[in-house]
């Protein structure tokens, strides 16, 4: 392979990276309010400090129907709120905002499960110590969820990098672009091997530092 | 009126810390707390005790403002509570003091940072915080424990650092949630004990809610008994121990004596003489278990005792026995025995529980 091609590989990773980046920083923006929303609302059997069954239900439904959507169609339904907001629907840049919500209601229901697992009987000490519904949420649902939160956002991370490389598919730039255009187009098995192997090296290298990080914050406690 | 009541008494210098009045609580069909009226009064060790389902759990909730009742009224001292909403709730709640079965200490921070939690939600500089933990730790004989993560704690350690982060912000109501049920015998032992001890420093009225006996027996000044979601029995503790009135109790205090233990051959605090349990309980208190009564009583009635088991315990200052008897004569015999027996003050009912 020429120096032009590494070249090639070395600006696709640099992209892969930087629509997972974002997109993760976004989804988690988005899902985040979301997840705690489901969270605090539920019914008060299920831990919800602030039970509001109407919209509970109607937020469960939003989240679940984007889940459902198939990716690949959720993006191309997309393209013009990326043309909004980018100014074009096509490259690196204008998939960050598919990619974004795509995984948005999935760091929700996430982070709802994450939150969930908090012992009922903590928040219920919080209550009586008199801490407002704010302070629960900060001082003590986020915290004490903290180990399954990042694993969380781990299995979010690793979503969104194959989400990123069918992305690739539809002209969003990226490790999947290159293996598409080069590898399958071009019938370059080489480069489609790399790019194969450089996005099971990311989540590998992920999947590690997510499991290190949840397993520390356990171990201290 | 209940306003007036609690007025009147304050004037008489019988100050009611807590008051409740006829509360009410439903879920669906279920009448878990159903017309539960109460005085407890303040700086005092106060246990509410009922079995599993009896509404203990659901009256605790209620008088720690932490769910509103159907109907009926909570005052603490003369102020009513039961209506609080909002900031006035949350600020009432951070008075109250609460202890848990669980613990439901956050795994989240260390011991220390347990006990800074109630100061730092109420907005306490950091450096008072600090010194206020410090303080809280060797209040309930952790001292040097304050980095310790929770997971390294033991039970006991555990419900000592939830009384410290009860105790942080000075409330005036402590609310102990079956706080020993979860700990040994020895543990629950000194738990109680610093239970006392804090309450007596810090003039603390301390609620126990509880369904063991023992935790009335060794920690409380007043009791009731909680049935079917209503107040069976209430009173001194000494005097429900050697006179309950309720079947309920009467439940409790013959598992507290042992009387299932000695049946199955353990030895447990009673002792044993026959495998029946005897057509009649005696309970003796105070003086009268220092005195030859049964054969003072045997000697002019002419009727014979068969004992069956008996066994003393001391409930705070008192001592009071129960035995478990066959009393053995002609009907009259037997009636002018037990005529005599209550004469010089025991208890005699029919049968044993």
């Known amino acids: 392979m020429t120096a032009q091609i590494w070249t090639l ?36 059997e299920q831990g919800g400090i602030i039970p509001l069954p109407l919209l509970n239900n109607v937020l469960s439904r939003i989240v679940n129907v ?29 998939t960050i905002v598919p990619l974004s919500i795509a995984a948005a209601p999935f760091v929700a229901r996430v ?68 293996a598409i255009r080069y590898g399958y187009q071009r019938f370059r098995g080489d480069i489609m091997f790399v790019a194969v192997i450089i996005i099971l090296v990311l989540v590998e290298i992920i999947q590690v530092v997510g499991n290190t990080i949840s397993a520390r914050l356990i171990a201290r406690r | ?123 306490t500089p950091k450096a008072r915080i600090k010194g206020r933990v410090e303080e809280l730790l060797a209040l309930v004989g952790l001292e040097g424990r304050g980095k310790a993560p ?22 005036d109501i402590l609310f102990c949630d079956e706080a020993t049920s979860a700990l040994d015998p020895q543990t629950t032992h000194s738990i109680l004990s610093l239970i006392k001890e804090i309450q007596e420093k810090m003039g ?13 027996r060794d920690a409380c000044k007043h009791v009731a008994v909680l049935d079917d979601g209503v107040v069976a029995e209430e009173g001194l503790v000494t005097d429900l121990f050697s006179n309950p009135s309720s079947e309920v109790t009467k439940d409790f205090l013959t598992h507290l004596v042992g009387v299932d233990e000695a049946a199955k051959g353990n030895n447990g605090q009673m002792v044993q003489w026959s495998k029946k349990r005897g057509a009649y309980t005696l309970r003796f208190r105070g003086d009268t278990t220092d005195q030859p009564i049964l054969s003072m009583v045997s000697r002019t009635s002419g009727v014979d005792f068969n004992i069956r088991a008996s066994g003393v315990q001391r409930v705070g200052d008192v001592e009071i026995g129960t035995m478990f008897v066959d009393i053995n004569g002609s009907d009259e015999q037997r009636t002018a025995a037990i005529a005599q027996l209550r004469e010089i003050g025991v208890v005699v009912e029919e049968g044993v529980l």
């Open chain 2, 204 to 216: 603390l009225t301390v609620v126990m809610i509880t369904h063991q006996m023992e935790v009335v």
């Open chain 1, 111 to 178: 982070i709802e499960t994450a939150l969930k697992e908090v012992d009922p009987g903590v928040v219920q000490a919080a209550r009586a110590m008199g801490s407002t519904n704010l302070q629960i949420i900060g001082k003590v649902l986020i915290p004490e969820a903290l180990p399954s939160l990042v694993s969380g956002v781990t299995l979010t991370i690793i979503n969104l990098i194959g989400y990123s490389a069918m992305a690739g598919a539809i002209g969003g730039g990226g490790l999947g672009d290159l």
């Open chain 1, 9 to 44: 590989i070395l600006n696709s990773t640099l992209q892969t990276l930087a629509m997972v980046l974002f997109s993760t920083l976004f989804s988690l923006l988005l899902g985040l309010p979301v997840g705690i929303l489901l969270t605090v609302t539920s019914p008060e």
């Open chain 2, 1 to 123: 009126m209940m306003v007036t009541i609690i007025r009147l008494l304050y004037i008489e210098g019988i100050f009611m810390q807590i008051a409740l009045h006829n509360l009410q609580r439903t879920y669906g069909s279920l009448h878990a707390v159903n017309g539960v009226s109460l005085f407890i009064p303040s700086n005092t060790v106060y246990g509410i005790i009922g079995k599993s389902g009896a509404g203990k759990s659901t009256l605790v909730r209620l008088i720690s403002l932490l769910e509103k009742p159907d109907d009926g009224e909570i005052y603490f001292d003369d102020e009513r509570v039961d209506e609080l909403d909002g900031d006035v709730l949350i600020e009432r709640r951070r008075r109250i003091g609460m202890i848990f079965q669980n613990f439901n200490l956050f795994s989240s921070r260390n011991a220390a940072q347990n006990i800074a939690y109630p100061l730092e939600i109420t907005g």
């Open chain 2, 150 to 171: 929770i997971s390294t704690l033991s039970g006991g350690q555990k419900q000592r650092v939830a009384i410290a982060r009860a105790l942080a912000c000075n409330p």
């Open chain 1, 66 to 94: 984007l889940r459902s959507f198939p990716f690949i169609i959720l993006m191309i339904l997309l393209f013009p709120l990326s043309r909004l907001l980018i100014g074009t629907s096509i490259g690196t840049t204008a």
